[in-house]
Every structure is written in C-alpha cells, then in structure tokens.
C-alpha cells in the first residue's frame, strides 16, 4: 500500500516543485532587480540633494517608485498664479534637475506629466488654453523644453496632460486643488 501511495504522489510532488519553481527569480533577474533598485536610490538621492530647498519648503517631492522614480513639483514653485511660462523659482528647480539628468538619459526615459485642479480656465488663459487638458500639456511641454536646452537628451524626452484627471487630493478644498495644481516627471528605466 505504501509504495502505491508514493507513486501517485511523485507526480504530485513533481508538480509542486515545478510550480514553486517557476515562481522563482533566478540569481541573474534578482542581481538586475537589486541593481536598478540601487541606482533608483543613487538618483533620489541626487535629486533630493539637488532640490534641497524645494523638497525642505514641500515645494519638491522625490519618491522611489516600483519601477522608476517621481519628482513631484508644485504649481506655485514652477509659475505664477494662471502663468504658463515658468517663473525664475521653476526655472531654477528645472535647472537643478536636468544637471542630474543630463548625464543619465541613456539610463532612463522621462516623462513630463502636467495637472491641473478642476476649476475652470480663467478668461485670461481661456482663449489660447480652453480647457485644463490644453493647459496641463502647455505647461508640461515648456518644462521639456526647459530640460532640453539645460541638456537632457530630447529622445529620452515625453510631454504628457493628465488634465485634472488624476487628482492627488480633494479638489472640494483649496488646499487639495493646490497639491492637484502639480507637475510630475517620471523617470522609468530605458529597456
């Protein structure tokens, strides 16, 4: 009886081993995976280095994320109330990041992602910026130009309008709306 029982168990037990192991990451993935998780940190480190004032006045943020890494910057730090240009604050912090980043445009692709709050254009801005997708993407464009003369590679460059789309707060009080009023650049690696 026992030996009847094993045999239909092998197969079994095969199975399972074959089903834990393909859940596994090799040696040589996890090595990679430490190693883009390691620079992710060196680059954080460098920006928030770099953005030390901003970060300190919650102007800046700098988060790890799971496959890249977010600069998280504040309308009031990049214009002017119902400015599209950037102010001398903005012009300053973007120069602060493409020095970080112009060297490492073979390492990653970066994303210019412009938001908004909810509330409507104001009529100085209504008629060249209709709606908070068109000005959301006005914004993010010359924060890429920006990066671009200050010398970050412009094919590792994207220009992107979330709109008031993807709130990161309420956008029922003013304290939500301004932290909805942001600008992110995203840094995801280069494949």
């Known amino acids: 009886m026992q030996r009847a029982w094993n045999r239909t168990r092998l197969p079994l037990v095969t199975v399972g081993v074959a ?14 995976m430490l190693s883009q998780q390691q620079q992710f940190e060196t ?11 901003e970060v300190s006045s919650q102007q800046a943020e700098i988060k790890v994320l799971e496959n890249g890494i977010q600069v998280r910057l504040s309308s009031d730090l990049l214009y002017a109330s119902g ?4 102010g001398a604050a903005g012009r300053a912090a973007i120069d602060k990041v493409a020095g970080k980043l112009a060297s490492q445009t073979q390492t990653y ?9 909810n509330v409507p254009i104001g009529p100085e801005l209504a008629e060249r910026y209709p709606s908070n997708w068109e000005l959301a993407g006005a914004r993010a464009a010359i ?5 671009q003369e200050r010398g970050v590679d412009p094919s590792a460059l994207r220009s992107v309008s979330d709109g008031q789309y993807h709130p990161v707060g309420s956008n029922d009080t003013a304290a939500g709306r301004a932290q909805n009023r942001r600008t992110d650049i995203l840094l995801r690696p280069r494949q």
């Open 143 to 147: 924060v890429v130009r920006r990066l």
């Open 109 to 117: 692709e970066i994303d210019v992602i412009g938001n908004t709050d």
């Open 83 to 86: 400015a599209v240009e950037l």
């Open 19 to 32: 089903f834990f192991m393909g859940g596994c990451v090799t040696q040589t993935k996890y090595n990679a």
């Open 43 to 53: 680059t954080q480190q460098q920006l928030e280095s770099a953005l030390q004032t």
